[in-house]
């Protein structure tokens, strides 16, 4: 057997992103246990809802704890049996102590969705979208005791297109990072790959986002709240309000025309759209609240004042 088949590994991760990157170790790695974070009461009826990762973890066979904090004496007994002599992070959602850090013989391996420097953090793929990023990556990185900022073993782009939100970069991103992790593995265990320092020149952060953050603000641009849309969705999602009612704004687009006042709200071409200093955003798909998503078109017909205001 080879020495990537022989190395104890463990996997850290969470949402949907990591998915490709377990399934790539699962089938080249020896797993031997998965760590994930708690179940989560999620959606309108607020049910105890398992990490995407667990149930992956579960449907391979593979040993899963959830711990709230991975520095919890029972979390840290666990992983000192798992014996690690490599553990893989992608997307796990916590912070990694330097006793966790310590502990696998080749360290803590992070697939980390940007291409760093840029967009150190926990929201990178939101953030290029927010900046108007004209292309993404991913970094595969020995992780430190800092946020992202460890050295880099390997670095992949890919074009961020015109149309792409987080859900469909992420899905895009998710599959180069178990690509280019598989690919880099090798090399780095048998010592011929060795970590490169990161610049510090163009480091930028990518904070965690709040649920507030999604508010479109409409003195802003046109374009930049379009970027808004698609950065946030599907979460924490982008919305406004109509009528004391909240609309989720699922699918919108920047045109520019000019003439109106800051949020005025007028029908373009037969969808709602609202005004900004700059150009128009023309509301594709929206979700009113309690209400299921639709076609800007069909609400329209149920939105009678719209333009009226």
């Known amino acids: 057997m080879s020495t990537l088949e022989l190395t104890r590994t463990v996997f850290m991760g969470s949402p949907e992103f990591a998915l490709l990157t377990l399934q790539a170790l699962a089938e080249s790695l ?49 992983l000192r049996l798992w014996a690690p002599d490599l553990i893989v992070v992608a997307a796990f959602g916590q912070i990694l102590r330097p006793a966790v850090l310590e502990l696998p013989r080749y360290g803590c391996i992070n697939v980390h969705a940007s291409l760093l420097p840029r967009w ?26 800092g946020i992202d900022t460890g050295p880099t073993l390997s670095q992949r782009s890919l074009a961020v297109l015109p149309e792409d939100n987080t859900l469909s970069l ?42 507030e953050e999604g508010a479109l603000d409409f003195t802003r641009p046109a374009e930049d709240l379009a970027r808004q849309v698609r950065a946030f969705y599907p979460w924490p999602g ?21 003439g109106y006042a800051p949020g005025h709200r007028l029908i373009h071409d037969g969808l709602p759209a609202i005004a900004t200093p700059a150009g128009l955003l023309v509301i594709d798909e929206l979700q009113p609240a309690g209400k299921k998503s639709l076609p800007g078109q069909q609400f329209l017909q149920g939105a009678r004042i719209w333009g009226s205001a």
């Open 238 to 258: 982008a919305f406004t309000y109509w009528n004391d009612l909240l609309l989720k704004i699922h699918r919108a687009h920047a045109i520019s025309i000019s």
């Open 30 to 78: 020896l797993v031997v246990g998965v760590v994930t974070q708690p179940d989560r009461p999620a959606g309108r009826g607020r049910v105890l809802t398992p990490p995407p990762v667990k149930l992956l973890a579960q449907s391979l066979g593979f040993p899963v704890i959830q711990p709230r904090r991975l520095r919890e004496a029972e979390a840290m007994e666990q």
């Open 120 to 145: 150190r953090g926990a929201a990178p793929i939101q953030a290029a979208l927010l900046a108007g990023d004209e292309h993404s990556g991913v970094t595969i990185m020995r992780m430190d005791a």
């Open 170 to 211: 992420g899905a895009r991103l998710a599959e180069l990072g178990a690509q280019l992790l598989l690919e880099t593995l090798p090399g780095y265990l048998n010592g011929e790959l060795l970590p490169q320092p990161q610049a510090e020149i163009g480091a930028t952060y990518a904070p965690m986002l709040k649920k």
